[in-house]
C-alpha cells in the first residue's frame, strides 16, 4: 500500500506531466478545411487559429453567406481535430504514467 509521501510525489508528477501537455498542446498545429478544401485553418491545440487560406474562386461580393458559412465550418472541423489530437495525446500521456483509459484529468 502507498504512503502519503509515495502519494503526494505521484500527483507532484502528474502535475508535471499535464503542464507539460498543455505546453505542448500550443506548439501542435492541426489543419481542417471546408468546401472541399476551398477554406483551410490552421489552429494550435490550445484553440488559437494560427491561419486561414481562402481560394480566390470563393471572393464574390454577391455570395458573401457561403464564404462566411464554408469559414464557421473549417473553424468548427479545426475544433473538432483539435480536440481528437488532445484525446489521443492525454491518452498516451496516461498510458506512459501507467493509469488506466478513461481516467478524467483536468486538462
Same mark, same amino acid.
Given at each position: 500500500?502507498?504512503?502519503?509521501?509515495?502519494?503526494?510525489?505521484?500527483?507532484?508528477? *502528474?502535475?508535471?506531466?499535464?503542464?507539460?501537455?498543455?505546453?505542448?498542446?500550443?506548439?501542435?498545429?492541426?489543419?481542417?478545411?471546408?468546401?472541399?478544401?476551398?477554406?483551410?485553418?490552421? *489552429?494550435?491545440?490550445?484553440?488559437?487559429?494560427?491561419?486561414?487560406?481562402?481560394?480566390?474562386?470563393?471572393?464574390?461580393?454577391?455570395?458573401?453567406?457561403?464564404?462566411?458559412?464554408?469559414?464557421?465550418?473549417?473553424?468548427?472541423?479545426?475544433?473538432?481535430?483539435?480536440?481528437?489530437?488532445?484525446?489521443?495525446?492525454?491518452?498516451s500521456m496516461?498510458?506512459?504514467?501507467?493509469?488506466?483509459?478513461?481516467?478524467?484529468?483536468p486538462f
Amino acid at each position: 500500500m502507498l504512503n502519503f509521501k509515495d502519494m503526494m510525489k505521484q500527483a507532484q508528477q *502528474m502535475q508535471f506531466k499535464l503542464e507539460e501537455l498543455q505546453e505542448k498542446m500550443k506548439d501542435i498545429e492541426v489543419e481542417a478545411q471546408s468546401g472541399g478544401g476551398l477554406v483551410k485553418v490552421r *489552429m494550435s491545440c490550445s484553440g488559437v487559429v494560427q491561419g486561414l487560406s481562402i481560394d480566390s474562386s470563393l471572393i464574390n461580393a454577391d455570395d458573401k453567406e457561403t464564404l462566411e458559412d464554408l469559414i464557421v465550418a473549417a473553424i468548427n472541423n479545426a475544433n473538432e481535430t483539435k480536440d481528437e489530437r488532445i484525446k489521443t495525446e492525454t491518452q498516451s500521456m496516461m498510458e506512459g504514467m501507467g493509469l488506466p483509459a478513461g481516467t478524467k484529468l483536468p486538462f
